[in-house]
Structures are given as structure tokens and as C-alpha cells.
Antibody
Framework: EVQLVESGGGLVQPGGSLRLSCAAS????????MSWVRQAPGKGLEWVAN????????HCVDSVKGRFTISRDNAKNSLYLQMDSLRDEDTAVFYC??????????????WGQGTLVTVSS | AIQMTQSPSSLSASVGDRVSITCRAS??????LGWYQQKPGKAPKLLIY???SLQTGVPSRFSGSGSGTEFTLTISSLQPEDFATYYC?????????FGQGTKVEIK
């Protein structure tokens, strides 16, 4: 079964750091781009970042540039999101998702169950 | 960044109704659009990719259409399990951007 399981969420003070992990199983992790998507409480979805299979390319949304770093360890079938200088507005459920390509079209499937990050003093 | 605008933001419908949700892009995105369903407390689920391709296992009452800047998700006969929030997502360029969501509620 293809599965993604996030961990590492929790309560952190503004300005603090947190590292999220996403464990992949049931597919050849090293062949896929991977993404992080977040959802603030009661709000919509926001794509955060993605990373190429070999880690050589990264893209991210402007609001996290210079603060969040996406990385991966293909030997451990794991995706990471290092989050520094956290702000109140980063409070959200963070999902990892597999990027799939059908020709020129991308879609996210599957998704993990999500991990909650709360930034508050 | 490309802005994705969904309408309506919410709608009330009855079981058996035909429901349509529109997503408009701020620029031409060809057919680089997907639709996702999210139920409370759950991760989003892919329904449609490449504007009109039905994901394996998704009921055929769901369909997608459109290209360029205007796209539509249609549910031909609403079922009880379809009450959820629906999001469009453009994958034409970075950053990937979602619509704000459409909540489908029971009438």
C-alpha cells in the first residue's frame, strides 16, 4: 500500500524552529518529486514547497523563502521540512504529498494524514 | 503568482442534484488543473487531473471540463458522501496555487 506518514508537529514559540518528517512506503520514493502543502485552521490549502527526486531542484512559495528548507533522504525514504523563524501565521496542518506526472500534468496523490504545527507564545 | 478564483464559495444542494463549481485562472493555464475533495479532519483526495481526467477509483458522477482560464467540476447526481469542500489547483507554473475552496452543504 502506498502510504505517507508525517511526524514532528507540535507547539513552538514565535521565532522558533521545528523539523517535520514524512515517511514514505509502498513505492519507489527516489523516483518521485515530493511536496509539502499546508492548511491554516479553518482556511484553504496552500502549496509550500517541492523537491526533485535527486534533491537537485527545489521550489517554494515566497512566504517561506529563507525560513523553510525542504530536503529528502532517499536511503531512508523520507522527506523533511526544516522550519525556522516561525511566525504565528505559520500555524497550520502540514501535509506531504507525492507529485505525479501524467504527460505535462501534475497531480498530488497520495497525501499523508497531516501534522499540526502551532506557533504561539 | 497565478490567482485561482472559485465560485461559489459555498452552496446548498440536495441528494440527487446536479452541482457545478467553477474555477477561473488569472492567466491561461492550458489544461494544467486538478480538482480535490476534502472532508473535515481529512487529507484532500484527488478527483480530476489535467482538467478532465478522472482519477482511478473516483465515481463517474464526477467530471471536469475547461481549458485556458475557465474550468468546471460537475457532480451529476449528488450523493450523501459528496458533501465536502472542493479545491482546484493549477500546476501550470510555480508557485502552485489553489482556489479558495467551495463548500458543498446539505440543503
Amino acid at each position: 500500500e502506498v502510504q505517507l506518514v508525517e511526524s514532528g508537529g507540535g507547539l513552538v514559540q514565535p521565532g522558533g524552529s521545528l523539523r517535520l518528517s514524512c515517511a514514505a512506503s509502498g513505492f519507489t520514493f527516489s523516483r518521485y518529486w515530493m511536496s509539502w502543502v499546508r492548511q491554516a485552521p479553518g482556511k484553504g490549502l496552500e502549496w509550500v514547497a517541492n523537491i526533485k527526486p535527486d534533491g537537485s531542484q527545489i521550489h517554494c512559495v515566497d512566504s517561506v523563502k529563507g525560513r523553510f528548507t525542504i530536503s529528502r533522504d532517499n536511503a531512508k525514504n523520507s522527506l523533511y521540512l526544516q522550519m525556522d523563524s516561525l511566525r504565528d501565521e505559520d500555524t497550520a496542518v502540514f501535509y506531504c504529498a507525492r507529485d505525479n506526472w501524467a504527460g505535462d500534468s501534475l497531480y498530488f496523490d497520495p497525501w499523508g494524514q497531516g501534522t499540526l504545527v502551532t506557533v504561539s507564545s | 503568482a497565478i490567482q485561482m478564483t472559485q465560485s461559489p464559495s459555498s452552496l446548498s444542494a440536495s441528494v440527487g442534484d446536479r452541482v457545478s463549481i467553477t474555477c477561473r485562472a488569472s492567466q491561461d493555464i492550458r489544461n494544467d488543473l486538478g480538482w480535490y475533495q476534502q472532508k473535515p479532519g481529512k487529507a484532500p483526495k484527488l478527483l480530476i487531473y489535467a482538467a478532465s481526467s478522472l482519477q482511478t477509483g473516483v465515481p463517474s458522477r464526477f467530471s471536469g471540463s475547461g481549458s485556458g482560464t475557465e474550468f468546471t467540476l460537475t457532480i451529476s447526481s449528488l450523493q450523501p458522501e459528496d458533501f465536502a469542500t472542493y479545491y482546484c489547483l493549477q500546476d501550470y507554473n510555480y508557485p502552485r496555487t489553489f482556489g479558495q475552496g467551495t463548500k458543498v452543504e446539505i440543503k
